[in-house]
């Protein structure tokens, strides 16, 4: 066994020697042990052995950081070399600071042990089920593993956490064909500490496989309109991670480009929308236990009734800008449910689009959007009615979180997130 | 540079299936500049060895991170289990793979390492030249970003090799906002392979860069936004770069065919107007060196080019040895790994519509009402080959002229449909290489072609 706790005390000594007067660390070591699936088949299976050693330091306000993976003397020595003369180099900005009061936690999250054989059965069973209840479905590719880490960090204001954490992990993308007609592709997967249940039953696996062989058959949708946009529990995550990145996060907060720049605290969506980052939900799959600067991670509110109850800063950013910082690095997203159906929100819409996956580039820094429905279906009069192509769709990101029309009281659990699906309006959907 | 401790193994290799053992550093260095502040100041290395084993139609991998005799025992020992459990719980019983050349490849170019302070100096001299000459602006960035790839492959029948391929960019990023007070913004990548000494000498050479970006954004800032719907365009060599790689070139990527891509049913049929031929060119595209060469692959593999559509019919895909056995073809040299504990897995070189002759003015000229789109923020496509792009520069064409700048938009399309519209083809490949593509593992790809004339949806707004 790798003493990391050694380690890391050597490499906070030897940058504190080379004249670090804050520094932090981080030793680990992973064992993956994962399956492959091309094509439908099996292809691959790989064990991988990796160590991971990562350093800051800072003198005189100035940060220098190196990551390597390796333990032996000479590379620490060389990483510590490189970290100081890269912050003597650096310009110096006193924002860069840790958490001041260090305190000493060990965590433990997850399945330590992988049953491998386990593993593969599980794999085989989930391809077997797939063959006989969604014969349309082609695995393009199954990726499943086991990752065990063992990791410890430590700075120089005395905090050391010691980490141990093991988790499954399911990866699927595939596509539906008749003929020579064929769906688009989708993606899912799940994070999971056990292997108590069949694959199927994880996260949305099943109905995703469901909602792809109902998706060969396509049309355009005509007519350009402007309707509802309901979101699935995954492609709302990623509107929902847009949305934080283009108005909460460090650079834009930093460069003052945000248009919530002044806005903590108040409205900025529907008082339905209540959104937490939440590392500590029982739902999530091994959470964030700390940050890279020493603090203890804790579940926030993001948005708390419609409010912008916290950006999502590092301490970096917080000391520039003045902006409390996050209790958290981001990631385990949990959404509060509403009260419908999901059933109940489709016959409640008129005309609108259920987007499984948005193809779109970044939205623009003031949260214009514009893309391509993929994965989706067209829903008129209440009714989902067809699968559609080559359909663009359009709107403004933070209009978007004002326009709600409903949330679902049912929710997915993926072991990443805890989502449920979501309708706003005043989206525009056209045609070729 | 790796020390050669792999081949004295040959001798531990198991008869009867193909092995490979490969060493690998992969080193990044890293400085942004975010509006003045520096917010990234890294560097980071990564090494190790892996051992992959091929036994009747399935593979098994394992690597750590040392690197030393015991790790090679280590991986050699975990990789053929793995391949035992695999065969005796799926196996297929195929065929061996087919053999390739053999022989050695060696391209040990200059892999300098400059110290941090020389990044930093660089790219603060670049964000003092923004603050200073480019009045108005609410945001700048500049970052550079090197990383370099050092293999050492050991195989049981193929070509060994040591291969280093090393590349650096310098990232521009303006921002403004309209007289609306909408944002806009513009990024441009310089750089190339290379080291970072070998390629920026003086900051002062790319101030006409930033000057050109500049220039561009005030124009945007003044843009309109393009009116929706099916348009005669221009697209550039960047975007055609862009189409070539996301549109097309994983369709033909024989995993990617064998999981349902289009193209599965499309061999040796036209898919392109007959003025498209595509190419993934392994190292030298019309006599000249592509952005970033491969020699050899990392399952010992010469890598040569891979004909993918030869005007306007699709004539082949890019291969591993497994998939070239599956489909009667031969192996191309396409299979990469990005880190010493990934896989090879198929993946593009240099993927380029070849150039035609038509003159970019006359392409302009040729159109009464259209858009020249020339440079991509993002792109996104599908095993169909249905396709999206941001385009985050452009002008609208009026009676052959050039007329306003365009604000951020998206083009849209069926790269098989679409290409049936190409009608005028450029004499000029322009290439892009600084990102990554991405498909379990990211890998360095570069991307080219001219300009083309065709029929594409614009997202309007």
């Not at chain 2, 991307?447 to 083309?452: D, H, S």
């Amino acid at each position: 066994m790798i003493e990391l706790d050694k380690i890391t005390g050597n490499v906070i000594e030897k940058l504190q020697g080379a004249g670090a007067d804050k520094a932090h660390c981080t030793a680990s070591t992973s064992v993956t042990r994962e399956f492959n699936v091309d094509g439908g088949q099996f292809s691959l299976m790989r064990t991988l052995f990796d160590n991971s050693l990562s350093l800051t330091g800072i003198t005189e306000g100035k940060k220098g950081s190196v990551g390597i993976n390796r333990f032996d003397d000479a590379a620490v020595d060389q990483a510590v070399a490189d970290c100081m003369a890269s912050a003597v180099s650096a310009e110096p900005d006193s924002a860069w600071d840790l958490a001041p009061d260090g305190e000493v936690h060990s965590f433990t999250q997850g399945v330590l042990t992988a049953d491998v054989d386990r593993l593969f059965d599980r794999t085989a069973e989930l391809l077997e089920q797939i063959g006989k209840k969604y014969p349309k479905i082609m695995v393009e590719q199954m990726i499943v593993s086991h990752v065990r880490s063992h990791s410890v960090y430590r700075n120089t204001n005395g905090a050391c956490y010691t980490k141990d954490a093991g988790y499954y992990n399911v990866d699927l993308m595939f596509s539906a064909h008749e003929g020579q007609a064929a769906s688009s592709f989708f993606g899912t997967g799940v994070i999971t500490d056990n292997l108590d249940r069949p694959f199927m039953e994880l996260g949305s696996i099943e109905k995703d496989l469901a909602d792809v062989e109902k998706q060969i058959h396509t049309k355009t949708v005509g007519e350009k309109f402007t309707g509802v946009m309901l979101l699935p529990p995954g492609c709302l995550g990623s509107f929902l991670g847009d949305i934080a990145d283009n108005f909460a996060s460090d650079g834009p907060v930093l460069e003052g480009t945000s248009i919530w720049k002044d806005k903590l605290g108040e409205q900025v969506a529907d008082p339905k929308i209540t959104v937490s980052f939440a590392p500590g939900d029982p739902q999530v799959v091994c959470g964030q236990s700390y940050t890279a600067e020493g603090f203890l991670a804790q579940d926030f509110d993001f948005i708390q009734e419609g409010k912008l109850s916290s950006f999502l800063v590092g301490l970096y950013v917080s000391n520039k800008t003045g902006v409390p910082r996050a209790k958290n690095a981001g990631g385990s997203m949990v959404m509060r449910p509403g009260d419908r159906s999901v059933e109940e929100i489709i016959a409640s819409i008129d005309k609108g689009i259920l987007v499984g996956r948005f193809s779109g580039g970044q939205p623009s820094t003031n949260g214009d959007f514009s893309g391509v429905a993929k994965n989706s279906f067209l829903i008129e009069n209440g009714k989902i009615t067809h699968a559609v192509s080559e359909t663009m769709i359009s709107g403004n990101l933070a209009d978007m979180l004002q326009n709600v029309e409903a949330i679902s009281r049912e929710r997915v659990a993926d072991g990443y997130s805890v989502l449920p699906y979501a309708a706003f309006n005043g989206i525009t959907v056209s045609g070729k | 540079m790796l020390k050669d401790i792999l081949t004295k193994r040959k001798g531990d290799f198991a008869p009867g299936v193909h092995t490979e053992l490969r060493a690998q550093v992969n080193k990044t260095r890293g400085v942004s500049f975010l509006s003045g502040s520096l917010t990234t100041n890294v560097r980071s290395q990564v090494s190790g060895v892996s051992a992959r084993v091929y036994k009747n139609g399935v593979y098994g991998f394992s690597s750590t991170a040392e690197y030393d005799d015991d790790a090679v025992a280590a991986v050699l020992s975990a990789a053929t289990d793995n391949a035992v459990f695999m065969d005796k719980r799926a196996g297929k019983k195929s065929s061996p793979l087919p053999d390739v050349a053999k022989g050695q490849t060696l391209r040990e170019i200059s892999d300098n390492d400059p110290v941090q302070k020389d990044y930093i100096d660089f790219a603060g001299a670049l964000d003092a030249y923004i603050e200073k000459s480019c009045p108005g602006l609410t945001g700048r960035g500049v970052s550079i970003r090197a990383d370099s790839m050092e293999k050492l492959l050991c195989v049981s029948q193929g070509h060994d090799a040591h291969v280093i391929l090393p590349r650096c960019y310098v990232y521009l990023r303006l921002t403004a906002d309209t007289p609306a007070g909408v944002p806009v913004e513009l990024f441009v990548p310089v750089g190339g392979m290379g080291t970072f000494d070998t390629i920026f000498s003086d900051p002062a050479l790319l101030y006409p860069k930033v000057d050109e970006l500049y220039e561009k954004l005030m124009q945007k800032r003044e843009g309109i936004y393009p009116s929706a719907g099916e348009k005669t365009c221009i697209i550039s060599g960047e975007l055609t770069g862009m189409l070539a790689h996301e549109a097309v070139g994983h369709t033909v990527e024989a995993d990617l065919v064998l999981g349902g891509s289009v193209a599965a049913h499309n061999l040796g049929k036209m898919v392109a107007s007959p003025l498209v031929t595509m190419v993934d060119y392994a190292h030298t595209c019309l006599g000249t060196p592509t952005p970033l060469p491969v020699y050899v692959d990392d399952e010992g593999t010469p890598a040569r080019d891979a004909v993918l559509i030869q005007d306007g019919m699709l004539t082949g895909y890019m291969n591993s040895r497994q998939t070239a056995q599956h489909f009667g073809m031969e192996p191309t040299g396409n299979a990469r790994a990005y880190l010493f504990s990934d896989e090879p897995l198929i993946r593009m070189r240099n993927t380029a519509i070849v150039p035609g002759s038509s003159k970019l003015e006359d392409m302009i000229a040729s159109v009464e009402d259209g858009y020249y789109f020339i440079d991509t923020n993002n792109g996104q496509a599908d095993t169909t080959g249905e396709f999206m792009f941001g385009v985050c520069m452009g002008y609208e064409i009026k009676n052959g002229k050039l007329g306003r700048a365009l604000l951020d938009t998206t083009i849209s399309g069926v790269a098989f449909e679409m290409l049936k519209t190409v009608d005028m083809v450029g004499d000029t490949i322009s290439w892009s290489s600084s990102g990554f593509c991405g498909k379990k593992q990211p890998m360095p790809v570069g991307l080219g072609g001219p300009a083309i004339r065709c029929k594409i949806t614009v997202g309007g707004r």
